[in-house]
């Protein structure tokens, strides 16, 4: 199932949605994109603002207009992107704890995001990448119990 986008629910079913400009993902390269594109260039979608500022080279290209449609909505666009990200999350999450409750070493599984074993650690906790105690380490007790802490006995005075 295809997840709906905060951009879709607020068009509805039947509406037209908004063509983006090709460098709308890219503000370093072009800071003053528009992001809703007016025409294309063979599969090259642009708005007015990255249309006059393209190179020379294509310059023979003649352009197509787009129909007019709705602006990019630059809220939505953050919405939908941080919905993407908690999915993102998600699936790695779920992938990690498959992999470990596969035999994966924590080495192996830090290797394929490029990070080192205490940052997937750290990253991922204890609880999505669990494995047999090393020597020289104790576990920790489970959440919510009282954490040890050593006393003296008290001799009478």
Known sequence: MTPVTASQRQRGPGSQAAVACHYAGDPARRPHCTLTAEITLGTVTLCGSCAAARSTL????????????????VLDWVADASAAARQAQLSLSAAVTRARSRGCTRTQIASRPGVTRQAARQRFGQGSLPGPLTRGHSPRPPSGAPPFTATRERTPS
């Not at 294509?58 to 909505?73: I, R, W």
């Open 58 to 73: 294509g310059k023979g290209t003649v352009p197509a207009p787009l129909p007019p449609g709705p602006l990019t909505g």
